[in-house]
């Protein structure tokens, strides 16, 4: 297998770890949000649960940042004056429409309020959907790969190494008496 290869195993192994973690931060709150962890109490945010999965995630958002930042994507250096918070943020909020779609279509077409449900509706396949989207789009977007020259130059220039002109340096006129440049008369 080749560096590029493994260099990609790599990335998407760190990606999912980062990832896991950040879902089950999300998981967990959502899930306290919606259905709460006692019997016989009600769930601070029972009756709004796309309000509490976009809280969640937003925390697991967070999460996702600095461990993408500083272990999944450590070797991409930022290419955004905010390191890529701004893209990074977009891209998040745009695909979580994805399980957020799948939570609405199950609660309100498919009449299922159930922890299950709303578990496997949002969080398995929603998130899948919105996984490999982000993966692809903080590849392409936000964690890009730094240029390096020799191989800017190789694939500008085909198999050939790329020289550079020789550009030969153009010297002034100096007066001996000085050791500086030589005075140009005036008029």
Same mark, same amino acid.
């Given at each position: 297998?080749?560096?590029?290869?493994?260099?990609?195993? #790599?990335?998407?192994?760190?990606? *999912? =770890?980062?990832?896991?973690?950040?879902?089950?931060?999300?998981? +967990?709150?959502? $899930?306290? /949000?919606?259905?709460?962890?006692?019997?016989?109490?009600?769930?601070?945010?029972?009756?709004?649960?796309?309000?509490?999965?976009?809280?969640?995630?937003?925390?697991?958002?967070?999460?996702?940042?600095?461990?993408?930042?500083?272990?999944?994507?450590?070797?991409?250096?930022?290419?955004?004056?905010?390191?890529?918070?701004? #893209?990074?943020?977009?891209?998040? *909020? =745009?695909?979580?429409?994805?399980?957020?779609?799948?939570?609405? +279509?199950?609660? $309100?077409? /498919?009449?299922?309020?159930?922890?299950?449900?709303?578990?496997?509706?949002?969080?398995?396949?929603?998130?899948?959907?919105?996984?490999?989207?982000?993966?692809?789009?903080?590849?392409?977007?936000?964690?890009?790969?730094?240029?390096?020259?020799?191989?800017?130059?190789?694939?500008?220039?085909?198999?050939?190494?790329?020289?550079?002109?020789?550009?030969?340096?153009?010297?002034?006129?100096?007066?001996?008496?000085?050791?500086?440049?030589?005075?140009?008369?005036?008029?």
């Amino acid at each position: 297998m080749g560096s590029r290869w493994q260099r990609l195993f #790599a990335e998407a192994g760190r990606f *999912l =770890a980062v990832g896991g973690v950040a879902t089950l931060v999300a998981l +967990i709150l959502f $899930n306290f /949000l919606v259905h709460g962890f006692t019997t016989g109490h009600r769930a601070p945010l029972a009756d709004h649960v796309i309000l509490a999965y976009v809280l969640a995630n937003t925390v697991g958002m967070v999460v996702s940042y600095r461990g993408s930042r500083n272990w999944a994507f450590r070797d991409r250096p930022p290419r955004h004056a905010d390191g890529g918070r701004a #893209a990074f943020v977009a891209i998040n *909020l =745009a695909t979580m429409s994805l399980p957020i779609g799948c939570l609405w +279509i199950s609660r $309100n077409m /498919l009449g299922l309020d159930d922890p299950y449900s709303d578990n496997i509706s949002a969080n398995v396949i929603g998130l899948f959907m919105g996984l490999v989207a982000r993966f692809y789009l903080f590849r392409t977007f936000v964690f890009r790969r730094p240029v390096h020259l020799p191989h800017l130059a190789l694939q500008l220039h085909g198999s050939e190494p790329y020289q550079p002109p020789v550009v030969e340096p153009v010297s002034e006129p100096t007066d001996s008496s000085t050791c500086g440049p030589a005075r140009r008369p005036g008029p």
